[in-house]
Structures are given as C-alpha cells and as structure tokens.
C-alpha cells in the first residue's frame, strides 16, 4: 500500500521553499490518527492494522515513497509589525495528495524539527498544542467552519523545553495549500515580480481553476488588453483576488458565528483558500464581549473577537499591494483597478455579518430594524455578561417549548416581545434556521484545558476521545453533550492562550 503523494508546490523552485528533511525522533508512538479523513484522502491505512507505519511516516522518521519534504518561506505582519523573512520554522511540507473529489491537499509535519527559518527556534512541538490542533481544528470542522484539519499526532519519546520540560510530538496538518497572505509579501518585498507571476498562476490553478476555463474561452486577441506576461494577463490577477476575497467572508463570518477568536491573525495565518490556520493561541468565546482576547501576546487588543472583520479587510489590503505589479505597470491605475474589489468586499462583509446574525435569531431575510433589534441584543449580553453560546441556544429552544428560563427572561423582558413579533409570521421557519445557524455546545477553553492536562499527565485519552464524539455532533443534543455545555466558574477571566504549534 502506498501513498499517491505530488510535489506540486516544490516544483515551484527553490525561490518558494527550503528542502530540509524532517528529524528523526527518539521513540514515536501513535496517538491519534483520524481514519475518516484518512479515508477521504485515499490514504489506505488504519490505526488497526498499520499503527506502526503510520508512526514512522507521521513522526518524520520515515519518508513516505517520492515526498521532497521542504520548508515554505513566507513573510507576513505580525501584530502590524513587518517581517520580511519568516516560514516554516518547524514544518516540513512533504507534498500534496488527491481526496475522492479530486481536490488536492497538503500534508504538513508541525513540530518536525528546524529549517533555515527556525532562527533560533528548536523546531519541535510539546504534546499539549499538538492536541489542541487536533481537538479544536476538529470541532471547528464539524461546526462548519472552514479549517485546516489534522491527520495524525505522534508523540516522540523527546522532551521539548519551554518554560519546563513537556512531552513532545509531531503534529501532521492538511491543508488545501499553506500559501498565505504573507507569501505573496515575501516576493512583493523582494521585488521578485517573476516569482509572484509564478506564485499567482500556481494559486490560480490551485484553488481556482474555473479561472483558467474562462480566460481560455475569452482567449481573443485584444490590442487594447495590457497582458503582464504571456501567461498571467491583469484581468486574470483581478479576478483571482477577487476569488480570494470571496474566500474570506464566510471563514470570518463563521467564526463571528460560533464565538471563536483567532488570537494571532497576522498575514502569514491567513491564507487565501480562506480556512483557518494556526490554532496556538486560539480560543472561544463565552460572556459575551466583542472586547473579549485570550491570546497572551495579544497585549493590544488588535485581535479581539469584534474585530476580526476589520483585520481581514487589512489583511486583504496588504495581500493587494502585493498584487499591484501584476495589475498595471502605472501603480496609480493598478491602485484604481484593485480599490473598487477592497469597497466591494468590506460591503459585503458588512451584509453578511448582518445576514449571519440575523440567522442566529431566525430570520432568513434582514429588513429595516432588523438591525437595531440584534444590536440591542447584542447590547443587553454584553451588559449582562450573557454567555454567548448558551443565550443564542436558550432562544433557539424558547421557540420549541415556549419558554425561556428566568435569569433571561428578566434581562431580556423588553427584547423578547419585540423579537417574537418580528418571527410569529414564519416561526417554524425560525426554528429551523437557528437550530442549524446556532450550535448546542463548542469546544469550552476550561474542558479544553483539562483534558490537555489529564491526556499529558497520565497517556490516558478516553476523555479526550468521548469530548471528540460529542464535538463532531455540536448542533445536536447527544447523551453526553451535557457534560461540556456549563460555561467556566470565573468566566474564563484569568485565562490565557499561548502560541505552541
């Protein structure tokens, strides 16, 4: 049995990557292997029969058959700051496999050992982060929410060394590409207007190929069409970024929807197939505040949860002046052709959050008002420290019982009336909605953390594994699910995330 493995990306030269080899671990043991993922990208082991070659593979000690594993280069604005020399300093690209539809996906070892880019990094990861990714791009999975996914966690019989010596493990992360914001600013910064040619091409044929379908059957000669290259023209790189910023808008909506928080949204974590990417200092939300920050290097504030909209529109910003020399050699006519896309999708970010919200309370259609009603809403939780999840779910349920319990009904005595008016014409429709818009429970930092702790203490993951079943189902009551529902004591007031993978 093999693995049908491409080198896609690394063909691209040596301008794009570093080759560099995975290293090799002490003593790796299988820990989590996610067989229906497998599955789907026509990985023919199982956990059951072929532990031991998945562990030699997924630890780096093993290279699958035809990978040439390399490290990407990237640069990226971290907290506003401009780094021009960045990438992967811990991950190693094997290359990338077909699933069943045909749709490409990058396999990624994280916590594989050091690159050129590690500066002074030991490219490892501890077995804490490495579950997390596992447990949270999961549950983001099967809530909806475009992600990255992860295959395997190995654990490597090696301490790692942070603040004290933890388990370490390697982390394999798929993807349908690491090509982020922060790699177009790695050529934009160099000048290198060949390689970003080539970069925009690959990610054209990559994640947009009916791109190329529409430029070949408009394939006319047209004197009046400033072509940049032979391959490339202006109004293929405009319409490229417009697919991206496509892309963007239900990734950020979809989190605005279920309470999560990135915690470092930098250019190098966004990534232009639009799924979301790093899951260090993540976290969810639970009172309600659109202030709300978990993330320990987040000292600022740039990355709370109310202002992941407008980070994506700066983010799409800087990933368009990487673009500029593609559009037009005059960069006054580039900017002029470009900024109409930047208002477009600030609109539609603008109506889409409202469409999203408005969702959330069972309406289909937004009209006049509508917008008024779900920021008074919005108004009273953050006022009243409603738990943001549980709120949206007592509403959801009021609209099949008729009832909502009393510490809500008070502080939401004035608001209720006027919501259910607005409804009664369609409240079956209603119903329905929220129940598919509002999920029943989310990965809670405070269960999170708990199991991190007890997996890495004592090896035992049954815990783990039934938290696991439960997410996979969020927007259905299973018999456990109320095991993970209760917000946190303290209101998650002194907590704090920490960049790890």
């Not at 820990?31 to 072929?50: H, R």
């Not at 009916?210 to 400033?226: F, G, I, M, S, Y």
């Not at 608001?415 to 409804?423: E, N, Q, S, V, Y």
């Not at 930092?445 to 993951?461: I, K, P, R, W, Y």
Request: charged fraction near 20%; glycine fraction near 6%; charge should be negative.
């Amino acid at each position: 049995m093999t693995i049908n493995l491409s080198n896609n990306y690394q063909a691209l030269g040596d301008n794009f990557s570093e080759q560099t080899f995975p290293a090799p671990v002490a003593a790796p043991s299988l820990l989590l292997w996610n067989e229906s993922l497998a599955k789907t990208l026509t990985i023919p082991f199982s956990q059951k029969d072929d532990a031991e070659l998945i562990t030699q593979y997924f630890s780096g000690n093993q290279l699958i058959e035809g990978s040439k594993p390399v490290a990407q280069a990237y640069s990226g604005h971290q907290f506003g700051n401009f780094n021009p020399h960045l990438g992967d300093g811990r991950a190693h690209l094997l290359g990338d496999i077909a699933d069943t539809e045909g749709q490409r996906w990058d396999i990624q070892l994280k916590g594989s050992g050091v690159s050129s880019f590690s500066r002074q990094g030991d490219g490892r990861c501890a077995l804490g982060p490495a579950l997390r990714e596992y447990v949270m791009s999961e549950a983001m999975f099967a809530l909806g929410v475009p992600t990255t996914r992860c295959l395997a966690v190995v654990t490597t019989g090696e301490n790692v060394y942070r603040e004290r010596p933890f388990d370490g493990a390697v982390v394999t992360r798929v993807a349908t590409s690491h090509i982020r914001v922060g790699t177009f600013q790695y050529f934009a910064a160099r000048n290198d207007t060949d390689s970003l040619k080539k970069l925009t091409n690959y990610a054209i044929n990559r994640h947009f190929p009916e791109l190329l379908v529409e430029a070949q059957a408009a394939k006319t000669p047209n004197p009046d069409d400033k072509a940049i290259a032979d391959d490339i023209s202006s109004e293929q790189v405009l319409k490229f970024f417009s697919a991206v910023l496509s892309k963007q808008i239900p990734l950020v909506l979809s989190w605005l929807r279920v309470g999560f928080i990135h915690g470092v949204l930098n250019t190098d974590n966004t990534t232009i197939s639009g799924e979301t990417i790093d899951y260090g200092p993540c976290a969810m939300m639970n009172i309600y505040d659109s202030d709300t920050v978990f993330s320990s290097i987040d000292r600022d504030g740039r990355y709370a949860f109310g202002k992941q909209i407008g980070i994506m529109q700066w983010n799409m910003t800087r990933l368009a002046e990487t673009l500029l020399p593609l559009v037009a050699s005059d960069e006054d006519d580039a900017v002029a052709k470009i900024e109409p896309l930047l208002t477009q999708f600030h609109q539609d970010l603008q109506q889409g959050y409202l469409t999203m919200m408005a969702a959330k309370v069972g309406i289909n259609t937004p009209e006049q008002g509508d917008a008024e009603l779900l920021n008074d809403l919005l108004a009273i939780m953050q006022k009243q420290k409603l738990d943001y999840t549980h709120t949206f779910t007592a509403l959801t349920n009021t609209l099949n019982n008729g009832q909502i319990e009393a510490p809500l009904n008070d502080v939401l005595n004035e608001w209720l009336p006027r919501w259910h008016a607005r409804i009664e014409p369609f409240k079956a429709a209603a119903h329905t909605l929220m129940v598919s818009t509002n999920p029943v429970v989310i990965p809670r930092n405070h269960h999170v953390e708990a199991l991190l702790a007890s997996c890495q203490a004592t090896g035992d993951l049954s815990g783990l594994h039934k938290f696991l079943a439960v997410l996979q189902q969020p927007y259905t009551e299973v018999t456990d699910t109320k095991h993970y529902q209760d917000a946190p004591v303290d209101g998650d007031e002194s907590y704090h995330t920490y960049c790890g993978t």
